[in-house]
């Protein structure tokens, strides 16, 4: 019979991993990016990317203390995504595109 922590370990590793692999994309999303919007939105995903890593690590330690860590990661991700947003528009309409 399997042990349900062995199952439990390999899925938490196989998330890591994942998890590490999508930063390193999005990492080179944000090199590559040709448009502000798409940098935007890849840091976006990167922030999103450390609240899944906290949020593992959370399960990792059994520690209800990185979950105040992920709810602030994820409201500074949004109200920077949502500043950065702004910042485009405005960026776009004082230019005189559309």
Request: charge should be negative.
């Amino acid at each position: 019979m399997i042990d349900i922590n062995t199952v439990f370990s390999a899925i938490v590793a196989f998330s890591l991993f994942l998890l590490f692999l999508s930063m390193i994309l999005v990492c080179i999303r944000i090199v590559q990016g040709p448009h502000a919007g798409d940098r935007v939105v890849a840091l976006d995903m990167l922030c999103l990317l450390g609240v899944g890593m906290a949020a593992l690590a959370a399960i990792i330690n059994d520690s209800m203390a990185f979950v105040d860590v992920v709810l602030g990661i994820a409201l500074i991700g949004f109200l920077a995504t949502v500043a950065f947003a702004v910042f485009i528009q405005r960026g776009t309409t004082q230019s005189g595109e559309d």
